[in-house]
């Protein structure tokens, strides 16, 4: 079974740093999808940002950068320029390719950013 | 932007009693699940629905659990008989295909079992 892992319970940043936050898994599957979602105080999961396993080109979205280490298994969030409203519970989730897969998305436990003003 | 939308916000309720947990997929998706969070802890899939029927399940997702879709629009989550650690956040999402892998998740709705 596929395993998400967020080693970081917490984080904090200043307003306009930049931070990373880390996450790994485990699995045997060749392709799939790895996923961060933002949860702020309300609890709606938003997406942040998502990566498809084939490919090599690390997705970004605005100030939102993954650091996709297939070999490795890691899947790490940058954000840059930190604002204030970026500070959520984060996760990272995977899910197993379509062909046969299951379609539960598996989460980690989530980090906690806080953000400095 | 179509969005995910459930019903009730929050539910309190006694333990023993039946609750129904509404969520109103995005129009043009096909696939559903429902997911928990219990405070503190990491999301959990509880069941997945396509096509009028359930087409994946975890451990958790025993016989007090049920879905159904009675109409077009809504999909619901009816706990038959609640416990107390049924007491959670329960997020309802929906993909526009199988193929399509982001799952779009609603608000959530906070039950409460006393």
């Known amino acids: 079974a596929q395993t998400v892992t967020q080693s970081q319970p917490e984080m904090s940043v200043q307003e306009a740093e930049t931070v990373t936050l880390s996450c790994t898994y485990d699995?045997?599957?060749?392709?799939?999808?790895l996923f961060w979602y933002k949860q702020p105080p309300s609890r709606q999961m938003i997406l942040v940002i998502r990566q498809e396993a084939y490919k090599q080109q690390n997705a970004t979205e605005n100030r939102f950068s993954v650091n996709f280490q297939k070999a490795a298994k890691s899947f790490s969030l940058k954000i840059s320029d930190s604002q204030l409203g970026d500070a959520a519970m984060y996760f990272c989730?995977?899910?197993?390719?379509?062909?046969?897969?299951?379609?539960?998305?598996?989460f980690g436990k989530g980090t906690k950013l806080t953000v400095n003003p | 932007e179509p969005e995910v939308t459930q019903t009730p916000s929050h539910q309190v309720t006694q333990m023993g009693q039946e609750v129904i947990l509404r969520c109103v997929p995005i129009s043009n998706h096909l696939y559903f699940y429902w997911y928990r969070q219990i405070l503190g802890q990491k999301v959990e899939f509880l069941v997945s629905?396509?096509?009028?029927?359930?087409?994946?399940k975890s451990e958790i997702f025993d016989d007090q659990f049920s879905v159904e879709r009675p109409d077009g629009s809504n999909f619901t989550l009816k706990i038959r008989s609640t416990k107390l650690e049924d007491s959670a956040m329960y997020f309802c999402?929906?993909?526009?295909?199988?193929?399509?892998?982001?799952?779009?998740f609603g608000p959530g709705t906070r039950l409460l079992v006393l």
């Open positions: 629905f396509y096509n009028n029927e359930i087409s994946e």
């Open positions: 989730a995977y899910r197993s390719p379509t062909q046969g897969g299951s379609e539960k998305l598996v």
């Open positions: 699995t045997s599957e060749s392709d799939y999808y």
């Open positions: 999402a929906s993909n526009p295909t199988r193929v399509r892998e982001t799952q779009y």
